[in-house]
């Protein structure tokens, strides 16, 4: 067992885990937060990403040791107020999900991708959501969310 | 007055998919829940001749260990073939042996490897063709003892369905042909590849016999009914309580991870267990697209219309049956095409073969089909000479036709998807050789999709006293948007703000029967049992008011929750009207049953009524596809899509299907492709089994055409399935107009490509 101590969505978690863990098991069997989604555990799909100091990762590639003092965020943080975040919005303004297994890292990578009034272009939209696979192929709408959130900060 | 019904009308899942709240059956905890891991066979074919539990048994935290002769109960809707787990026989490579429950997941998979299990390995039959040969080994040599419904088998081989269908007279229709076209055509095995692994949860009740599940399912009252019957229990001793569905596309439907959860749970002592599938068993050993080898042989007169058309389809339907007699039947009849053909003869057979199961997968049949229906389209078109898109025009159904068994055909807006994807893809002109290695060409492609029919819907709603209104529908929400349309129509049906309705998640102990979640059926089926129940608790309602406000109900009617008089002065609120009962309490509830069983539009030839169709859905796909000659890739330009669904009650969900169904059809033309050696699936990750990402996103123009249904509910019939058929022949006859090449297999990927090409270079040089 290892100690950790896990900020996630600014609040603090000191817990004694296996440190064979990942933090994709962490968040969803030890901390309930079953927003953040499981679909491959090897890497391959994205489905888990959560961010990491601000940077998308892929929760089930990062052993829990390695987020101890790194600040997360997951789906749960981003409008923990009760009020969506633009990301959110968008997607809901546009229907940009189907089943909503994918949902939760595409908005929070969106929403890395978005702070701070970045605009990128539609080829930098796809590479950066490139790595997150979404099945029911809400694709098109997706990009229609981006770029509503886009030009809303203009 | 405007209602919801035809806007673009938030989905009403939005907020708890957005935020991470929507709870999936894999999010679920229970108290004192065990985990299972499942033991699966490593053989296609072999004998089980012994199986050693003893050390798994002892081993830390494990509850249960069960095997096949612990559980010795069989399943299967049409033939009851499959067993929970294997009972002295496996049948293919990953199919599950023994089962361990035990305090953690961890502790459950590391007893697995303590069981030991010696087999006889068996002559395997993996190949389809192979299976229907005389001396082929059998994979189910007590066929001809098993409980089966109505249809044709033949026993002691592997053919697990045979059917025939004969309309005309085909010789005499050949005679009349001025050209005879023949191809044969394949279509592979894909796996559904939800996000969403297979998952389940099983608690048994001693007491009473019975099981509750909480599942992950398109199809409640059918998989409670296969379970039940597979367990010889009435069906509501068994209880599905159903979660938001990660995706489904038809893969949801038959006992996956069920089947393992009922069989452990049954020796935990009332323990609940979860069995999720790894996503390489879940694309490996759940179940996949029916691989399928289609005939087709086609006549035609000079001018391009058809005389006679023989279809031969051979469908593998893998170790077990599952759904797919139903697809070897009914996916069958529409390699027809949306097409008047006046003399046709189809023969299908459906074999076992030592590989995964096989399933219902969105389209259930046609996305085989139209490979081979459009494919061979675009041949005798050039062989002729006319246009493709001419072609299909002049031979398309139009209202009033008279299908494959007579029945006359209601709301065919075929012409109109034909016409409007040409138009939307720029038909007749392309650039043609963008660059030096590039080449570009054009393609349409369209289908036909009945279907279940008959079938039935029932739903409940219940109307509470601070006006909120309650349908109680057992339609999950797959992903499709069927919780959105359904409280659209619920809104306009009772009159009521589309925020009060909400529909609560199904139960099978208190959610009244549904057909599946399948066959694009939920909108036309629960829409009308909701347009019922609405209209009436609408009438009372009125009643109601009009006591209350001492006028004629019929001088009254409701809008968005307010009770208003004829000329639109709103009188007051459906809260304000029901807090009159505060003191005592109250509750309005109206039931409804919409069956189709006994509609005068599925009238037909006599013997072949249950070949009809309540409606009929049509989707046409224009497509422009960019070749890279030198490396065979294709790249999707754009796709020009049209669906007749009738009225679309919500614009903006059918274009998620639509666009959904191009990419998946894309996806499964271009990409996917399972690398199976002797019957073993090679290839169980999604690194190595690729599924289309947003970067292989052409530019999709969805096309809603609205054709008029007179029994559907505002006019709705169905949308989920078609869109992902019509796109692979698109992009192959595109390919076609591109470079000439035809690719007859699918996939179409760069290495058949490359070495179609060379061939035809080949060829011209020698001539």
Not at chain 2, 162 to 175: K, L, M, S, T, V
Not at chain 2, 322 to 332: L, N, P
Not at chain 2, 736 to 742: F, M
């Amino acid at each position: 067992m290892i100690e950790v101590d896990l900020t996630v969505n600014g609040e603090r978690y000191k817990l004694d885990v296996e440190p064979r863990l990942t933090l994709l098991e962490v968040l969803r069997e030890n901390l309930l937060l079953s927003g953040t989604k499981e679909a491959c555990g090897v890497g391959e799909c994205g489905t888990c990403v959560v961010l990491a100091d601000g940077e998308p990762v892929t929760s089930c590639l990062m052993l829990v040791g390695d987020a101890d003092g790194v600040a997360i965020e997951t789906v749960e943080g981003l409008a923990a107020d009760g009020e969506l975040n633009e990301v959110q919005q968008a997607f809901v303004d546009t229907g940009a999900f189907q089943c909503g297994f994918c949902t939760p890292a595409m908005v929070l990578t969106a929403t890395a991708m978005l702070r701070n009034g970045a605009k990128p272009d539609v080829e930098e939209v796809k590479k950066t959501l490139g790595g997150i696979l979404c099945r029911c192929g809400a694709y098109p709408k997706i990009l229609e969310a981006v770029a509503q959130v886009i030009g809303e900060s203009r | 007055m405007t209602g919801y019904v035809g806007t673009r009308a938030a989905r009403v899942d939005s907020v708890e998919k957005v935020t991470g709240k929507a709870v999936y059956a894999v999010d679920l905890q229970m108290a004192g829940m065990l985990h299972g891991a499942v033991l699966r066979s490593p053989h296609p074919h072999a004998r089980i001749v012994s199986i050693d539990t003893t050390a798994a048994e002892a081993a830390p935290g494990v509850r249960a260990v069960v095997t096949g002769r612990d559980f010795p109960y069989l399943f299967g809707s049409a033939i009851k073939d499959q067993p929970f787990l294997a009972i002295d026989r496996v049948r293919y490579v990953g199919e599950p042996v023994v089962a361990v429950a035990a305090d953690t997941e961890a502790m459950a998979q590391e007893a697995l490897d303590l069981i030991r299990v010696d087999y006889t390995p068996l002559p395997a039959v993996v190949d389809m063709r192979l299976a229907l040969a005389d001396n082929a080994p059998l994979v189910h040599p007590d066929l001809h003892e098993y409980w089966k419904g109505p249809h044709e088998i033949i026993p002691h081989t592997n053919v697990n369905t045979i059917y025939r269908h004969e309309r005309g007279d085909i010789e005499a229709g050949f005679a009349a042909a001025d050209l005879i076209v023949e191809g044969e055509y394949s279509a592979h095995a894909l796996s559904h590849a939800a996000l969403e692994v297979h998952a389940a949860i099983a608690e048994y009740d001693s007491s009473s016999g019975g099981y509750t599940l909480w599942v992950s399912t398109d199809r409640p009252f059918m998989l409670r009914s296969e379970l039940a019957a597979g367990l010889g229990l009435d069906s509501s001793r068994v209880r599905l309580k159903v979660a938001q569905v990660g995706g489904s596309f038809g893969g949801k439907g038959v006992p996956v991870a069920e089947a393992v959860a009922v069989a452990l749970a049954r020796h935990t002592r009332g323990r609940p267990v979860r069995v999720e599938l790894s996503r390489e068993e879940d694309l490996t050993a759940s179940q996949v697209r029916p691989p399928a080898i289609m005939k087709l042989k086609t006549g035609v007169t000079r001018d391009g219309y058809f005389t006679a058309r023989t279809a031969e389809v051979l469908w593998d339907s893998g170790a077990y049956t599952a759904y797919t007699v139903g697809i070897a039947i009914r996916g069958s009849q529409t390699i027809m095409g949306p097409y008047r053909i006046p003399n046709l003869r189809i023969l299908s057979r459906q074999v076992y073969t030592n590989k995964s199961i096989t399933g219902s997968y969105r389209g259930y049949g046609t996305t085989q089909v139209t490979w081979a229906c459009e494919s061979q389209m675009d041949d005798i078109a050039t062989q002729l000479g006319i246009d493709p898109v001419a072609i299909r025009l002049q031979n398309a159904y139009e209202e009033g036709d008279p299908y494959l068994n007579g029945q006359i055909m209601h709301g065919v807006g075929v012409v109109e998807t034909i016409e409007k994807a040409r138009d939307a893809i720029g038909w007749g002109s392309v650039e043609r050789q963008p660059a030096p290695h590039l080449r570009r060409g054009k393609g349409i492609a369209t289908m036909i999709k009945p279907t279940m029919t008959p079938s039935s819907s029932n739903c409940v709603i219940n109307v509470e006293q601070d006006g909120r209104v309650s349908v109680v529908a057992a339609a999950p929400e797959i992903g499709a948007g069927q919780d959105t349309v359904l409280a659209q129509m619920a809104a306009d049906a009772i009159g009521v703000a589309l925020a009060s309705v909400s529909i609560p998640a199904t139960d099978t102990a208190l959610t009244p029967y549904n057909g599946p979640v399948a066959s694009s059926r939920t909108t036309y089926h629960m829409g009308n049992a909701i347009v019922a129940a609405g209209a009436e608790i609408r009438d009372n309602i009125l009643v109601l008011a009009g006591e209350v406000l001492g006028v004629e109900p019929d001088d009254l009617d409701m809008h968005d929750s307010v009770i208003h008089d004829n000329d639109g002065l709103a009188l007051i609120t459906l809260e304000d009207l029901l807090a009159k009962y505060s003191g005592e309490g109250y509750s309005m509830t109206v039931g409804s049953r919409f069956s189709t069983a006994d509609s005068p539009l599925l009238k037909a030839d006599a013997g072949v009524e249950w070949i009809s169709s309540i409606f009929w859905m049509f989707c046409t796909q224009a497509t422009e596809i960019e070749v890279d000659i030198e490396t065979g890739v294709i790249r999707v330009l754009k796709v020009a899509a049209a669906t007749d669904v009738g009225k679309a009650i919500n614009p903006m969900t059918c274009e998620q299907q639509i666009e959904g169904g191009v990419i998946m059809g894309l996806s499964n033309g271009l990409f996917e492709d399972f690398s199976i050696r002797d019957g073993r699936i090679e290839n169980g990750s999604f690194a190595d089994y690729k599924v289309a990402t947003i970067q292989d996103l052409p530019e999709i123009t969805p096309i809603i055409v609205e054709s008029v249904h007179d029994e559907a509910p505002f006019g709705a019939k169905g949308i989920g399935e078609p869109a992902a058929a019509a796109t692979p022949p698109a992009i192959g006859n595109a390919l076609y107009d591109a470079v000439g090449i035809r690719i007859a297999d699918l996939p179409i990927t760069p290495e058949k490509v490359l070495r179609a090409l060379a061939e035809k270079n080949l060829a011209e040089s020698r001539s």
